[in-house]
């Protein structure tokens, strides 16, 4: 059973940077399938934020694009993401996930981690 | 970007009742479209991909159907375990965009 565990601070000052990690247990990585980030503002919906392949190649939502990056690390079977100059709306449950096959659903989720953007 | 709208946003129901829930992409998005359920505090699960497809696992009771611009998400006779809040998701194009979401709630 594949397993995702999303990591970081539960606390980002406005203007700085949120990052996140995403530990992939039970496959690995390099082994194929892209890997995303999904986030959920409380009490509200679902927004895909992007999502990489184990080679690099990514793919960025454009409404976040400029402040995003996401990378991975196969040797220590991780992917990561960076929002800079982050303000109170993206205080939110961020989500890790695995692209189903060659589709772009998702079929396996990290728990999901709340991250509150206050100063 | 493509729009996906979802209604009703949320839906009184019965243990073994017909629960029928609706989803309208703002372009034609062929079968592209997957259903998620959600549970309080959890992730979402992967119910229905490429419209009608039930992923590994899944009730039977779980049905999905729809092309181009319609999708119907049916739940043929609600269990204890299903109320929670359901998404629907386009995977046609990019950006990957949600419905709002639709809360089956106990009547």
């Known amino acids: 059973q594949v397993q995702l565990q999303e990591s970081g601070p539960g606390l980002v000052k406005p203007s700085e940077t949120l990052s996140l990690t995403c530990t992939v247990s039970?496959?690995?990585?390099?082994?194929?399938?892209?890997w995303g980030w999904i986030r959920q503002p409380p009490g509200k919906g679902l927004e895909w934020i992007g999502s990489i392949y184990h080679s690099g190649n990514s793919y960025y939502n454009p409404s976040l694009k400029s402040r995003v990056t996401i990378s991975v690390d196969t040797s220590q079977n991780l992917f990561s993401l960076d929002l800079r100059s982050v303000t109170a709306a993206d205080t939110a449950v961020y989500f890790c996930a695995r692209r189903y096959s060659n589709t772009w659903y998702f079929d396996y989720w990290g728990q999901g981690t709340l991250v509150t953007v206050s100063s | 970007d493509i729009q996906m709208t979802q209604s009703p946003s949320s839906v009184s129901a019965s243990v073994g009742d017909r629960v029928t829930i609706t989803c309208r992409a703002s372009q034609g998005i062929s079968s592209w479209l997957a259903w998620y359920q959600q549970k309080p505090g959890k992730a979402p699960s992967l119910l229905i991909y490429?419209?009608?497809s039930l992923q590994s696992g899944v009730p039977s009771r779980f049905s999905g159907s729809g092309s181009g611009t319609d999708f119907t998400l049916t739940i043929s006779s609600l269990q204890p375990e299903d109320f929670a809040t359901y998404y629907c998701q386009q995977a046609n194009s990019f950006p990957l965009t949600f419905g709002g979401g639709t809360k089956v709630e106990i009547k």
């Open positions: 039970n496959y690995s990585i390099s082994s194929g399938y892209y």
């Open positions: 490429a419209a009608s």
